[in-house]
Each structure stands twice: as structure tokens, then as C-alpha cells.
């Protein structure tokens, strides 16, 4: 979204902090405290102090007393969160709480009006409604900078460096996603929407779930890899399960692939696919499931795309096998 004109003053008053905090993912990690008050570590930098952020949601306004030093209104939370101008933080706010901007000609100045109002009470439940825009989780770009991709478990998936490289996975050692590998999601656009975090640790995997995902996003609103597969979209599309599976038919040599983070198709994903390009390679996992979501998008998509089954022996899995196999199955 680009508007001309921004009420910088009525978006600090207007929308609630705690809803851009939910929005970001923010809020599992804070304690609500009396009279407002949200205290906890500070979710920007990953920190580790117990009571380093402080937020006044009285007040609409927020504070870092460690490592960011920090703090400010609505407004200065986005620009230090995503790293934005103050123009591009007003656009993302107009954005996900449905601000419309108009010039009052007499006073020479700018207004924004929401769509509906936002109470604090109603926030939540507003930001949910935005199917189409996933939220990426903040809380994690910092630790992820600085990734161990020489991790064994990623070479043990048969992953080589240039491919961990190309899509940026890592062992994160710090924050949410701690003790995981990270897997950056993006949009159709390339837009960074979210980080998937793959459990190394079984355990960790048994208590958590084997992935894990920021609670507000929505996976059934994103092809993964379509941003970098859309080019090659006129020789095809190989849809995959899972992000590894991609991650191995890349490497063999098909960039033209990409995954569903998982084996069902929301209609949101077959628009996408539909989009950007007129053919589909469907490789799903060598089990019963993966023979229903094979005859579930033949019958779904037969008629809008021309559509090739490539059929797994039972037991085989995309992700585990060699690249010889996998050029074979899909030459």
C-alpha cells in the first residue's frame, strides 16, 4: 500500500500498541501487569532480562531499558522493529489496521480515519481478519543473524553449503526459535513473512511440535519458494510437501520447485499456483496421504492447469532421497 498522505499523530493515537505487539508476535513473552502495564525480556534485540521491555498500554507507548535503549510510541516500535522510515512504519499501520488517509484542505493538514474503530478489546481479533498479508515474527530476525550453518544436522539432510546459503537455514542458538533450525518464509512478492523453526532435538520436537511457527501466521496463505520459482514458471512448477523436500530437488538442479508446508491446498495456494504458471509436477511423500493429495489436486486442479503425478515407491520421501533419484523422477 502507498498513500500520499499520513496522520503520523492520529495513528500513534489511534492504534493500540498491544495489538501491534500481538501482531508481531510480541506478547507471549511479556506479563501483563496492573494498571496496563506489559513487562518482560525484550523481544527486539532477543534479550535475556526479565523485565528489560516495558510497555504503557495507557499510554500507547513502549521502552527498552537493556541492549536497544529504545522506546517511543506505535510509530517508532515498526521503524526499530523492521528497520523502516517513519513513512514506510505509517503505511504498514495504515495497512494491517485499515487506515484511509484524506488532506483537510482548510486546516493544510492530514487525517486518518480507521475503517472500524480499534479498541484494545477488538484489536486481536482485527488483525486476524487479514488473510492475505501473513505476519513475519520480528522476535527472531535478530538472533537469526548470526546462524551456525555448518550444523550437522543440516549436512545430515544432505543439504550442501551453497544450498543452506542460498536459502538462508541455520542453527539458531538464541530466542524462540533456539535449539531449531530456521527457515525464512517469504511471499509471492519475496517479502520475509515468517520463520519456520525445525526441531534438532527430539526431544525438544516431542514437547514443541517438529515445527514451529508464529502463531499469527498463516501457512495456508503462502506457496514457499514461490517468490524464487515464479520465473521459471513457464517451464513448470514441482510442488513439494515439506521445505526440505525443496530444498533437495533445488539442489539437483530444478529451481522451478516449491513446498505447501504440508500436503492439503487452500484456495488462497491454488490462486497463487494458478498465477504463475500453466503446468504442476506434483511429487508427494510415498504414503497413503501422499496418494490422497495426489488424486485430492488432480480432481481439484485438472482443469485449470495441466497437471503431472510423479509417483514415490512407498516410503520414499523427496527429502531422503539421492539427486540421481530425484533427476530421474522428474526428467
Sequence with gaps: MSTQ???????????PIR?????????DGLTDKKSGK????CPIHGGTGKASFHVDTAKNIWKCFSTCNSGGN???LVMRVDNCTIREAGERLARWFGLTFDKDEKAGKESANLSQELRPDVAAAHTSRLPDDPVVNPTLERPLQNLNQDHPYLLERGLTPPTIEHFGVGHCTRGLMRGRIAIPIHNESGELVAYAGRAVDEELATEKGKYRLPANFAKA????????AKVHGDDG???VEGFFGA?????AGFPNVVALMGCSLSDRQEELLVGH???LALMFDGDDAGVRCLRDFYGRLRRRLYLREVHLEAGEQPDELPEERLRALLA
Design 19 to 27: 495489538a501491534v505487539l500481538e501482531r508481531y508476535g510480541f506478547l
Design 5 to 15: 498522505w499520513l496522520d503520523f499523530r492520529g495513528i500513534k493515537a489511534q492504534v
Design 247 to 251: 530444498m533437495k530437488v533445488h539442489q
Design 38 to 41: 506489559l513487562v518482560g525480556p
Design 221 to 228: 496463505h503462502v506457496v514457499w519458494n514461490l517468490d524464487r
Design 237 to 239: 512448477i514441482i510442488v
Design 74 to 76: 506505535v510509530l517508532d
Design 277 to 279: 504458471t500453466h503446468r
